[in-house]
């Protein structure tokens, strides 16, 4: 193995940190002891909590926005699904209990009793029916192929919803934890004015400046402790720990390495999840300048995996090639690319690319991406290879992304607790799109076909196998996940997936 130069390994070692993670709980009816609690509280904890976020929301509909920090500071909170994930990752149930039946056809939901949207109207059989069909068949709703094999919704009474598939589907009942449940009335509005039956309710949004969200006191779990969410947009995170410092902010929601190996822990706490599922990845275009599978592959030889885990990651997570993180059941490693200059330059070659250039988009807000790329760009650079690091303020990627305006674009996916929502939300719009591949495509239709486990990851390693080889998508490593709080804030945690769990936070006075 030849390599020709290695970035600087030294790195500020992890401060010693306090660290918590706190168990969520399915939602539960709310009784007079609760609100009376939470008066009680009032006297002791701000009407207020400050949150800041990587970067700005401009879109909140939550059947057209796949932003993870959507997923937890609005979705979350707005809206309620049918059933959700706790903070280890468990199913639990959200807006209904559950029955399925013994082929994963059948799925029937009791909905719980007294449930409102923010609007004043029941969130009953017929309204979740019609929000699952907008989820299911509006042109540009991110979960569409999710619902796609959905035979019929019925409702046998304003409590019950039945939802039939045409064939069974393991997958489908975890699938449904990210499709919120949206308020009839807000259907043509949800863009602007999202109307959901969640704890909090959608109050303001200040472009680059702050979402505010409020209590919303008919909730039918536990009603939250805290007033207002305030969500601020701050994209440095030397701004955002300085702003937590000084109580201008309380919670950091989402941390790199590098800030988290500076924090003063006398005057903040790092919050990590009991396990990581977060992968970070490099997506190409397959079907532009990166489409031959050999070039992407000398790239992949190019890559310096080990010097990336050092510098932006701080040593944590783990090198792997799998599309699938470790912690997942259906992990199967993958022996991947060895980093090798004069392996990279010979492929390349071979390949017919001579003064290769080509650009990597990425989001504002995410320092250890732009790390990667700046990694990744200086080994290319040796073999006569240029690489463009385009960093943007993530509407702006995020309109690239979805459109496939890119050669390469990072990103960051957190796997759920079933293995198929890599390759229904990652690979299925490659698959649709610009990565056309029969095979992958029948191998994921069929892992979600057979319900016995070890069937599935038999299916789900092959998929890892091709992927591997033909890297459509270059998983980069598994990566650790950071929050950092103020040492006044109670009742936070972050799960497996990097959702910030807000509802039941607090600040002391």
């Known amino acids: 193995m030849s390599k020709r130069s290695t970035w600087s390994r030294s790195w500020i070692g992890l401060a010693a940190v306090s660290v918590f993670v706190l168990t969520g709980c399915a939602a539960e009816s709310s009784s007079s002891d609760d609100l009376e609690t939470t008066k009680d509280d009032s006297a002791t904890i701000k009407d207020e909590v400050v949150v800041a976020l990587a970067g700005d929301i401009d879109n909140f ?31 639990q149930p959200d807006l209904a209990t559950y029955e399925v039946n013994d082929d994963a056809t059948v799925f ?30 509006a042109e540009d709703s991110i979960w569409s192929g999710r619902l796609s094999d ?59 400046t702050e979402i505010v969200l409020t209590r919303f006191d008919d909730y039918f779990g536990e009603v939250s402790p805290t007033k207002t969410l305030r969500m601020q947009p701050i994209t440095d995170q030397q701004v955002a720990i300085n702003n937590l410092y000084s109580g201008s902010v309380d919670i950091l929601a989402g941390a790199s390495a590098a800030t988290v190996s500076q ?27 990166l489409s031959n599978p ?51 330059e010979t492929m390349l070659a071979a390949a017919g690319e001579s003064n290769l250039e080509f650009s990597l988009e990425v989001p504002s807000g995410f320092p250890d991406a732009e790390q990667i790329g700046q990694v990744w760009q200086a080994s290319l ?40 929502s890599f390759f229904d939300i990652i690979m299925t719009p490659h698959l649709a799109d610009d990565y056309q591949n029969e095979t992958v495509s029948n191998l994921v239709l069929d892992a979600t076909r057979v319900s016995d486990e070890a069937s599935r990851a038999k299916l789900y390693s092959e998929l890892q196998q091709i992927l591997a080889d033909e890297l ?38």
């Open 150 to 208: 959905v035979a019929s919704y019925e409702a046998p009474d304003e409590g019950t919803v039945v939802i039939t598939l045409n064939n069974p589907d393991a997958t489908f009942l975890a699938g449904l934890a990210s499709i919120a449940i949206v308020a009839p009335s807000s259907f043509e509005t949800a863009t602007s004015e999202p109307v959901g039956s969640g704890p909090y309710e959608f109050e303001s949004w200040t472009a680059n």
């Open 294 to 344: 050999m070039v992407r592959q000398a790239l992949a030889h190019a890559l310096d995996k080990d010097s990336i885990r050092e510098i932006a990651y701080g040593g944590g997570g783990s090198t792997i090639w799998a599309a699938l993180p470790e912690s997942s059941w259906a992990h199967a490693k993958q022996s991947g690319y060895e980093y090798d200059l004069d392996k990279a």
């Open 263 to 289: 924090v003063d822990t006398s005057r903040a706490s790092v919050v990590e999840p009991v396990a990581s599922n977060s992968l970070s990845l490099i997506e190409f275009n397959s079907s532009g300048r």
């Open 61 to 91: 509909d939550p059947h057209t926005n796949q932003l993870i920090i959507f997923e937890f500071a609005i979705r979350e909170l707005v809206f309620s699904s049918l059933v959700d994930y706790d903070a280890e990752l468990k199913l």
């Open 108 to 137: 029937t939901f009791s909905l719980a009793s007294g449930a409102v949207f923010h609007d004043g109207t029941p969130v009953n059989s017929g309204s979740v029916i019609s929000s699952m069909e907008r989820a299911g068949t």
């Open 472 to 509: 459509p998508v270059m998983i980069v490593q598994s990566t650790p996940i950071f929050s950092i709080t103020g040492t006044k804030v109670s009742g936070y945690a972050v799960n497996p997936l990097g959702w910030a769990l807000l509802s039941q936070v607090t600040v002391a006075k």
């Open 381 to 420: 650079a040796e073999i006569g290879v240029t690489l463009n690091v385009n960093v943007t303020e993530i509407s702006v990627w995020l309109d690239a992304y979805v459109s496939r305006g890119y050669d390469a674009t990072w990103n960051v996916f957190n796997v759920g607790a079933d293995p198929h």
